[in-house]
């Protein structure tokens, strides 16, 4: 079995992945959900399973994966 990868960059904010577009940022989450929930599924819970489920651009221009909702990404850049 072969996995074809997202192409990826460390961004300049040095805390996470970037993706140079939207488009890739969304393929890698459906990618990093799929791996997550084969990952709990074989363990045999999802039980406190953290799973990305949005992208957002950061001041970088890099595009990130987060599993916080909006509200608590706006709340957190806010502050």
């Not at 459906?30 to 953290?50: E, N, V």
Request: hydrophobic letters at 30%.
């Amino acid at each position: 079995m072969t996995y074809k990868t997202v192409d990826w960059r460390n961004c300049d904010c040095g805390v996470k992945r970037a993706f140079a577009s939207r488009s890739e940022a969304e393929k890698a989450m459906g990618r990093a959900q799929a791996k997550r929930t084969r990952k709990a599924d074989a363990r045999g819970t999802r039980r406190g399973l953290k799973v990305e489920g949005r992208v957002y651009e950061c001041d970088f221009g890099g595009w990130h994966l987060t599993s916080m909702s909006r509200k608590q990404y706006e709340e957190l850049v806010a502050a």
